[in-house]
């Protein structure tokens, strides 16, 4: 299941698909759906008030071993609840030790009684990189802070989970509990979560097994009105006694009685009661002798045949049995109280009670459980419960199956994040099938690498590249070969990766699954990095829209936060600011509060409102950029947020706090095993040094870092081309520039050019040639104008803004704003701005004087229109004016009129 997974009033909805099969929604339903209160029960008012009075804290703990009716008391509390709360329910199994699995259920759960809740912790899923407990969690829990009436969440059966993280999880949320929420958990043993101290702070309630134990009085109701004998009370007391007020020990002391009662009559139940002994050992063996005994040959029979299922249906009973009245049995079972607990409302799933699925599990030889494991895994598959069909697969021992199945389910697996679940199966074959399956090899490759467990990840990543491919499906090559591309670029080589991504990507054609648009992601990072940008634009342009069709918010975010900066390269601020815009608003959560994916878009969208000078909604963007990205533990985007934040705060005059946002930023980075990382934030010190006047140790940081004008990164090349032009030489740093203008030139990167120009206009400015410096800052205002591109000339200070009021002609409007955005001591006086104005426009000056418009000027002239628009530039600019009416006024003030 997924974070697109809910339940509707008669359908469940499964990864965006809708599944409308009876037993597939049935099925789903008895993990979180409440179980029906069982008739006849007895009704526990002394528990029952425990559980009302624990409802107030933030944990009730019900532990105690099998059979002393856990699941049943908190089922007859919900029943019987006067204050009608609202209570979610999750029962877990061995298949629920995977974090993600984990979670997409919680939340499926919660969604019953409080729909669209976990949006946020669910968008999180079905990325390369499962997220912590903790960040599942703190989205989870800020969700239900604002629900309108609180949620009791039941965890019954605890004591299956063994995965740590997911107890990490419950342990946050314990911790961090809000009002609106109150736990239940039902266990057989102590959880690995820290009871100590909840105790010592009062935050748990508990129900032990000296507390579910049966009373006299209740055991005397339970064997007599549930279980329909008719015990006198020294008789109820010996059982009592000699159970030890064990519910399920009592329970096959009844139906022992009951077959004594019809054979041999009320005058032996006496002695019978005599003979029971209530130890564990015994009572199963007293199972064996006594109550199977009693049952005709076909009930014993269909008992032992369908003992190895988890969970029970009259379909799926039949496949195993070879019978066509399950359904008949299932329901005589049920009647006769024989162990066999109903899960819904509708009596089409059961579970037998784990003690008798035990015993009847120890009975069948190795042969039998496999024969009768390989007759689940074909129905499971057959009615599309493919988890469940590898599960029995493998009991089963059946390799070939095995491998055939997860290679039908592996893509949709993946999608959904279930990134362990899948570990889990190929680690539960033998390793030999793995190696010899160059495919699955690839698979826990990829899968080890993505767990830190790089040293174990390299021993299958060469028998995925050699073993025997024949037979291999395409789609499963082309995983491998995307697995390729992913470690090369990891390994520093886009190159190859660029490779191994189109290989893998024609394997695939148009599939339209996980790995094709996980494909066309690693392909679109490659040629990013590899420099071929343009075409890295249409890739990821790709990838975000795929992503978005398979309802996956990773990669569909993920491509837009390296799409949108290549975009602002090429010179489409405004389209990248719409984009994420848009994708900003589209995921948030029930209580319209971003989701963590969204961070991926929130820190490009901070750096574009840094670009068009916008600074308080850069900061806002880019604080809760960095904030989700950390919650998400993406640590590229989260540098990315904090050199922009260093250098906004930097040049609002927050220095300290610049300094320390880089701080941070440099101990995160250390973190990472990627250069590349190291030298964005050693770049970002430099720059924040040479604007300070420090080049000394600028040049310190970049020297150390391998930083020069070879460097593959054109952030890096542009620093250091700064650092050469602080240090006085701005020939060099020239060469520098016309490098990356030649390969912005060469793929239509209008952005990068804005910078580069404006780096070579302050180069010929240093080397004494103004008329080229006014040329080139003249191109730059050009590119830069209808984008609104403005923190790259703000930000280069007074040296620019000299040069500015003679470029008016270029950009009027623009300019004029640019330099009444500059500090007022960087912009030269009128007086010293003002330009000789020729003889021509002193008498056009003359004309607008008198009303007369831009054709009348030119006729009265002889010029053509265009030669008057020109001379209009020119007059603006050099009078400093924005349109026709200052420019008269500014002249009668110079005395020009």
């Not at 877990?92 to 979670?103: A, G, P, S, T, Y």
């Not at 064990?246 to 019978?272: F, K, P, T």
């Not at 006047?693 to 054109?714: H, P, Q, W």
Request: aromatic letters at 6%; charged letters at 25%; proline letters at 4%.
């Amino acid at each position: 299941m997924t974070g697109r997974d809910y339940l509707a009033a008669d359908q469940l909805t499964v990864s965006g698909c809708s599944v409308s099969s009876p037993e597939y929604s049935l099925l789903l339903k008895t993990k979180i759906g409440i179980p029906p209160p069982r008739p006849q029960l007895v009704s526990r008012s002394r528990l029952l008030m425990r559980l009302a009075e624990g409802a107030s804290g933030p944990l009730t703990l019900i532990s105690g071993p099998a059979g002393f009716g856990k699941t049943t008391l908190i089922s007859d509390w919900i029943s019987t609840d006067d204050d009608c709360r609202r209570v979610a329910w999750f029962s877990l199994d061995q298949d629920d030790n995977d974090l993600v699995r984990f979670v997409s259920y919680l939340v499926a759960a919660l969604q019953i009684v409080e729909p669209g809740i976990g949006r946020a912790p669910l968008s999180l899923l079905g990325s390369l990189q499962t997220p912590t407990p903790k960040a599942l969690m703190v989205q989870l829990l800020n969700e239900i802070v604002d629900v309108p009436a609180p949620i009791v969440l039941v965890l019954d059966d605890y004591h299956v989970i063994e995965d740590p993280e997911i107890d990490a999880a419950v342990t946050f949320a314990v911790n961090h509990l809000p009002e609106q929420l109150r736990l239940i958990i039902a266990t057989r043993g102590e959880p690995k979560l820290p009871l100590p101290r909840w105790r010592a702070l009062d935050r748990i309630t508990e129900i032990g097994l000296e507390d579910l134990r049966f009373s006299d009085e209740e055991a005397a109701l339970f064997l007599n009105r549930t279980m329909g004998l008719e015990l006198d009370a020294e008789s109820v007391k010996v059982l009592e006694t000699r159970t030890e007020g064990w519910i399920a020990g009592l329970q096959m002391a009844a139906l022992s009685l009951r077959g004594h009662l019809r054979v041999e009559g009320v005058n032996h139940l006496a002695e019978a009661v005599e003979t029971f002994s209530g130890e564990h050992r015994y009572v199963i063996d007293y199972l064996a002798a006594e109550v199977l005994r009693q049952q005709p040959k076909e009930i014993r029979v269909f008992l032992r045949q369908t003992a190895v299922l988890d969970r029970l249906c009259a379909s799926l009973c039949d496949a195993l049995t070879d019978r066509t009245d399950s359904r008949l049995i299932l329901t005589q079972l049920e009647q006769a109280n024989l162990f066999l607990i109903r899960l819904d409302d509708h009596r089409q799933w059961y579970r037998y009670h784990q003690l008798l699925a035990d015993f009847l599990r120890v009975d069948l030889s190795a042969g039998e459980q496999a024969a009768l494991h390989r007759k689940a895994s074909a129905w499971y598959e057959a009615n599309g419960f493919g988890t469940e069909a590898v599960k029995h697969s493998l009991a089963a021992g059946d390799i070939s199956t095995t491998v055939s199945l997860i290679r039908t389910h592996v893509d949709g697996m993946l999608c959904r994040g279930e990134f362990p679940a899948v570990l889990a199966w190929l680690e539960a074959l033998p390793d030999s099938a793995i190696r010899v399956h160059g495919d699955l090899a690839g698979y826990k490759a990829w899968l080890l690498y993505l767990r830190g467990r790089i040293e174990e990840a390299e021993t299958y990543s060469a028998p995925a590249h050699t073993a025997e491919h024949a037979g291999i499906p395409p789609t499963h090559q082309a995983t491998l070969l995307a697995f390729q591309a992913f470690l090369a670029i990891n390994r520093g080589n886009p190159e190859k990766a660029v490779v191994f991504a189109r290989q893998a990507l024609d394997e695939l054609r148009e599939s339209g699954s996980f790995f094709h648009a996980c494909a066309l992601s690693l392909l679109g990072h490659a040629q990013r990095l590899s420099g071929d940008r343009k075409t890295a634009v249409e890739t990821l342009s790709q990838a975000m829209q795929l992503g978005q069709k398979l309802g996956n918010h990773l990669i569909t975010l993920d491509a837009l936060g390296n799409l949108a900066p290549l975009m602002y390269a090429q010179g489409r601020l405004r389209e990248a600011m719409l984009l994420c815009c848009e994708n900003v608003e589209r995921y948030v959560d029930v209580r319209g509060k971003p989701l963590a994916v969204a961070g991926l878009v929130y820190v490009p969208l901070g750096v574009f409102f840094y670009e068009i000078n916008e600074l308080d909604s850069s900061r806002r963007n880019l604080i809760t950029g960095i904030a989700l990205c950390q919650q998400l533990g993406m640590v590229y985007y989260t540098l990315m947020g904090q050199r922009s934040l260093a250098k906004l705060q930097h040049v609002s005059g927050e220095r300290e706090a610049a300094w320390d946002t880089l701080t941070a930023a440099r101990r995160l980075a250390e973190k990472s095993e990627n250069p590349r990382r190291w030298r964005l934030i050693d770049a970002a010190a430099a720059e924040l040094q040479l604007r300070e006047g420090n080049v000394a140790a600028a040049a310190r940081t970049l020297d150390k870092a391998g930083i020069s004008a070879e460097s593959s990164s054109e952030f890096e090349r542009l620093i250091y081309a700064r650092l050469l032009l602080a240090q006085n030489q701005p020939r060099t740093a020239e060469r520098v520039l016309n490098a990356l203008e030649t390969a912005a030139i060469k793929e239509e990167r209008n952005g990068s050019l804005i910078t580069v120009y404006v780096l070579q206009a302050l180069c010929k400015r240093a080397a004494g040639n103004r008329a080229a410096a006014l040329d080139r800052l003249g191109q730059a205002l050009s590119l830069a104008s209808s984008p609104g591109y403005r923190r790259v000339f703000l930000d280069e200070g007074p040296a620019v803004a000299a040069l500015l009021p003679q470029l008016r002609h270029v950009a009027p409007a623009f300019v004029i704003e640019l330099l009444q955005a500059f500090p007022r001591e960087a912009v030269p006086t009128p007086d010293a701005l003002a330009g000789p104005v020729s003889k021509t426009q002193l008498e056009i000056l003359r004309l607008l004087d008198f009303g007369l418009t831009n054709q009348e000027i030119a006729d009265k002239l002889g010029i053509s229109i265009g030669t008057a628009k020109w001379h209009l530039h020119q007059i603006f600019g050099k009078l400093q004016v924005r349109n026709r009416t200052e420019a008269v006024t500014k002249a009668r003030e110079q005395g020009l009129l």
